[in-house]
C-alpha cells in the first residue's frame, strides 16, 4: 500500500465502533467529495483489520442528472 498519512482521528472512530461490544452487523458510511481520500481510508482500516475481523466492502457511485 502506498504511504498513507494523517485520518487518524477516522480511523480511531472506525476502530472504536467495530471493536465495542454487542452482537449482529455494524455499518460505517465513508461519505464526502470525490479525491478526498474515502477509498484510501477504508483499504487502510482493511489493512489493518486482516484476521481480526469480516469485512464487506461496497462501493457505491453516485451520478447525478440536474
Avoid: C, H, P
Wanted: positive net charge; hydrophobic residues 40%; proline residues 0%.
Amino acid at each position: 500500500m502506498a504511504l498513507f498519512i494523517g485520518r487518524k482521528d477516522i480511523l480511531d472512530k472506525m476502530r472504536n465502533y467495530f471493536d465495542s461490544e454487542g452482537a449482529g452487523q455494524r455499518i460505517f458510511v465513508l461519505y464526502g467529495l470525490g479525491g478526498a481520500g474515502k477509498s484510501q481510508l477504508a483499504f487502510k482500516f482493511i489493512e489493518e483489520s486482516k484476521g481480526r475481523r469480516y469485512i464487506n466492502w461496497l462501493y457505491k457511485i453516485t451520478t447525478a442528472i440536474y
